[in-house]
């Protein structure tokens, strides 16, 4: 029996389905998780120590490769003066300047620490500032797993939607628009029919939750629009694809400025650090200067803080987007044309450091294109990967992630593996 078999029988026992967050169980592929032991650059090595390429990157944040010598440093000095104070520190301040600095839409920025706590916060202030209760997110994107954020639509267009989760009262969500990605004439519609009523727009401005979905020209245009005439905010969640689709998210590759911005995963460089920002005058509705209340025992945690600091140094050196841009392309498009190759529907897409394989001859623009991905045969592909030393997201709904440690021969090596099991599909 494998280390890992044997460790995922122990966790079973006192945890939850084996795992701390689901999608790590392995439930959508099948078979049994790997345990993972430790990491370095684009390898991780499980409990059996076997290695494996790494394109889940801890689902984002390790966008420097993991254990990257100077941020493993930073986090050592650090916890040496001290784990947690409770009261202000100076690293603080440098991080939120190093945020707002970088993203011009965010003026001021509260730390948290996690996704999900971040928009959960950011939509109680839209709601606090707006004096409104509806809000509007698209089927598909995921938000963390805040109550009013776990739905998914009903059966007409503008139908309240379901909880995708047991334990969620239809009275949390009852307030929650869930639209389809991508139509923006369905978000007209819903505007002409609740437009005072809504607080804030929710999207990510490129999907990555599932698998990976860009916006069609005019999407987020439209979506900016309609909530400037509409007196709604617009809410970009960027916990995926700030600094990680590009220096300045997908706001700055797009050029549309949302009026609050959520962030995690690539700010924390691997530790918990959550965040969300925007324009002052919103922000200053936060306590204690306004009436939305927003608080966190380990909020700005230091040691936390100065994993994420200076992965935001090492993400500014000059030319770093560009290369990593570059790695995750040559690896998209490999993989696509490895699996047609071999008669295999498959594409590929990507941005920035994240890409989507999908199991179908074109690249989705919606979530129903997406739905008609081949499962089977990801699953296939998933593990015909997995035995040979790739470890990609175990779910055909996740994006991939690539690092700055992912050099030519590790893409080479990726690509060599994927020739031999698509020519298996
Ligand atoms: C991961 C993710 C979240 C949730 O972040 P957690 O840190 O897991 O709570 C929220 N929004 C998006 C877009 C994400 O990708």
């Given amino acids: 029996m494998s280390r890992n078999t044997e460790l995922f029988d122990r966790a079973c026992r006192t945890i939850p389905g084996g795992v701390n967050s689901p999608v790590r169980a392995f439930r959508s592929v ?3 998780p790997r345990f993972i032991k430790r990491a370095q650059g684009p390898y991780v090595w499980d409990a059996d120590g076997q290695r494996y390429i790494d394109y889940v990157g801890s689902w984002g944040p390790a966008i420097l490769g993991h254990a990257h010598p100077e941020v493993i440093r930073a986090v050592q000095e650090a916890a040496v003066d001290g784990l947690s104070f409770g009261a202000p520190t100076e690293a603080e301040i440098e991080i939120a300047e190093a945020i707002a ?10 730390l948290v620490s ?16 707006t004096g409104r209760s509806r809000i509007v997110k698209f089927e598909g994107c995921y938000h963390g797993h805040a109550d009013s954020l776990l739905v998914k639509a009903g059966s007409g267009m503008l139908t309240f939607g379901n909880p995708t989760s047991s334990g969620v009262p239809v009275e949390f969500i009852q307030h929650t ?3 389809d990605y991508n139509k923006l004439e369905a978000v007209e519609a819903a505007f002409k029919e609740y437009g005072a009523e809504i607080a804030c727009v929710i999207v990510e401005p490129v999907a990555g939750n599932m698998n990976l979905v860009k916006p069609l020209p005019g999407f987020l245009e439209g979506l900016r629009a309609l909530c400037t005439q509409y007196g709604a905010l617009l809410i970009f969640d960027e916990v995926m694809t700030g600094f990680r689709a590009g220096p300045q998210g997908v706001q700055g590759l797009m050029g549309i400025t949302p009026d609050l911005t959520t962030l995690a995963k690539v700010i924390g460089g691997g530790m918990p650090v959550g965040a969300f920002g925007g324009r002052a005058d919103i922000m200053e509705h936060i306590a204690p200067l306004g009436g939305v209340y927003q608080a966190g025992t380990l909020s700005g945690n230091p040691v936390a803080v ?20 570059e790695q995750t392309r040559k690896l998209a498009e490999g993989l696509a044309e490895r699996g047609r190759a071999a008669g ?18 074109a690249i989705p623009t919606t979530f129903d294109e997406m739905s008609e991905c081949n499962i089977e045969l990801f699953k296939r592909f998933f593990h015909g990967m997995l035995i040979r030393g790739v470890h990609f997201a175990p779910s055909a709904f996740e994006a991939g992630f690539v ?3 992912h050099d030519d021969a590790v893409i080479a090596e990726t690509l060599a593996i994927a020739e031999e099991v698509f020519a298996k599909l």
């Fill in 30 to 32: 099948g078979g049994s």
């Fill in 177 to 179: 628009l869930v639209l």
């Fill in 344 to 361: 295999v529907a498959v594409s590929g897409d990507y941005v920035g450091g994240m890409f989507g394989l999908y199991f179908r001859d």
């Fill in 403 to 405: 690092s700055a440690a």
């Fill in 114 to 129: 996690s996704g999900t706590e971040a928009t959960m916060s950011a939509i109680r202030l839209a709601r606090g500032y």
């Fill in 101 to 110: 600095a970088r993203i011009p839409s965010i003026e001021k920025l509260r």
């Fill in 306 to 325: 100065a994993a994420g600091l200076t992965t935001l140094k090492l993400l500014a050196e000059p030319g770093f987007y560009e290369r990593l841009s």
